[in-house]
């Protein structure tokens, strides 16, 4: 496939609407169907299952779209290393983040850099940890903040800052007037999480197998924010890293439990080679990371 055609298909098998992406790609809905025909014909088999109007990805299909991701991937970041080489200060940097990295954490980082580095672009994406480290491992992304550190081979990995973890309560709770609390005694608690795969739910999963205790889940979510307004309404408590934003009504409770924080790091594929942008980023967010460790160990 060249590249013009792995960027309708892969647009086709993300919307599964022939309409929708032959809105998105700017050609008529007849061609488009034209191109997926003849597509299925030289492969043999039918990639996508017809249900009116509606299309979804079969088999064949899924398996395709993985390589036909990956390869428009390659094709890009190759791209953009001819970029890079033809005007060295400008670049673009693709960065992968979960939400609650994206009211302080990477608009530091991203203000800070193009200080000195103003020509260079980014692109921002924003999932779950695993989604942020598989985009990383499959190209889409040229680098990740995520916590805690992906188990995935493949990645590098550099720690940039430990957030302590606080539990957050009603404020009319039993537990609002404590100083401290350990996970253990929190057994027959009601608990408000992250959905699986967002990185503080594996913190929060870890810390309740150390504590041996089986936790009591009324609600989950993909978002911090919304795990914090749950808790000020009185529906259950949490655990949240100290200094995010808190909506007001809840309390926080420091957490005892050694591992009672997250560790946030940068994330990069261990194959790739990165672009000037990339690794001029990479290293100035080390740098920045470092910079900040310092002056905490200068306070008195």
Same mark, same amino acid.
Do not use: F
């Given at each position: 496939m060249l590249g013009e055609d792995l960027e309708w298909f892969t647009t086709l098998a993300e919307l599964e609407r022939v309409s929708a992406a032959a809105q998105r790609l700017h050609i008529a809905q007849p061609t488009l169907s034209r191109m997926l025909g003849r597509l299925e014909r030289r492969l043999g088999a039918e990639l996508f299952d017809r249900h009116g109007k509606r299309i979804a990805l079969n088999d064949f299909g899924r398996?395709?779209?993985e390589h036909a991701?990956?390869?428009r991937a390659e094709l890009r970041a190759g791209e953009q290393a001819i970029a890079d080489r033809l005007s060295p200060a400008k670049g673009i940097v693709r960065l992968s983040f979960p939400h609650s990295f994206g009211h302080m954490l990477v608009p530091q980082l991203i203000s800070g850099f193009r200080r000195t580095s103003g020509r260079v672009t980014f692109e921002l994406w924003q999932g779950g940890a695993e989604i942020? #480290?598989?985009q990383v491992l499959d190209g889409e992304a040229d680098l990740g903040i995520v916590s805690p550190r992906p188990g995935l081979a493949g990645i590098g990995w550099r720690s940039l800052l430990h957030q302590p973890l606080v539990l957050a309560v009603p404020?009319?709770?039993?537990l609002a007037g404590r100083r401290q609390v350990?996970?253990?005694d929190l057994a027959d608690a009601e608990f408000i999480t992250m959905h699986p795969r967002y990185g503080m739910r594996r913190i929060f999963d870890d810390l309740c197998a150390a504590a041996d205790i089986r936790p009591r889940i009324a609600f989950e979510s993909s978002d911090l924010m919304t795990v914090a307004g749950l808790v000020a309404a009185g529906l259950g408590i949490a655990l949240l890293p100290l200094g995010d934003p808190m909506p007001p009504g809840l309390t926080t409770v420091a957490l005892a439990d050694a591992g009672g924080f997250r560790d946030i790091?940068?994330?990069?594929? #261990?194959?790739?080679t990165p672009s000037d942008a990339v690794r001029r980023f990479r290293d100035f967010a080390v740098d920045w990371a470092e910079h900040r460790r310092d002056e905490r160990a200068l306070r008195p």
């Open positions: 398996i395709y779209y991701r990956r390869a942020c #480290a598989q404020n009319e709770h039993r350990r996970m253990a790091g940068l994330i990069w594929s #261990a194959t790739a």
